[in-house]
């Protein structure tokens, strides 16, 4: 099993800054992806962002290209999620997610955090 731990979620302003971790644990060895999704109410949760654990790789969704860095510290097997230039339409739970191959479908990862919560005022 792994755990996964979210942290960093709060309120913020528009054009503000937040920075999300995502803290693994457990038979870590056993993933090579961490994932970002984000479920609004009354939306889908969705992907938003994606690392390899394992070299350089990064994926984003269209949405948060360019405001958006997701980050590793293999040394806290610690995943980052820096957000910037928030916008209202960000306001969602953030989840963390891990697996072994990497997909955006919500339904290939078998291990999830809690969730963090980020509202964004206008």
């Known amino acids: 099993q792994v755990q996964l731990v979210e942290s960093g979620g709060g309120l913020v302003e528009a054009g503000g800054s937040l920075r999300l971790s995502c803290a693994a644990s457990?038979?870590?060895?056993?993933?090579?992806?961490i994932n970002w999704f984000r479920q609004a109410p009354g939306k889908e949760r969705e992907f938003v962002a994606a690392i390899k654990l394992s070299g350089s790789s990064t994926y984003y969704a269209d949405f948060v290209k360019g405001r958006f860095t997701i980050s590793r510290d293999n040394a806290r097997n610690t995943v980052y999620l820096q957000m910037n230039s928030l916008k209202p339409t960000d306001t969602a739970i953030y989840y963390c997610?891990?697996?072994?191959?990497?997909?955006?479908?919500?339904?290939?990862?078998?291990?999830w955090g809690q969730g963090t919560q980020v509202t964004v005022s206008s």
């Open positions: 997610a891990a697996a072994r191959v990497y997909s955006v479908a919500v339904n290939q990862y078998p291990y």
């Open positions: 457990g038979r870590t060895f056993s993933i090579n992806y």
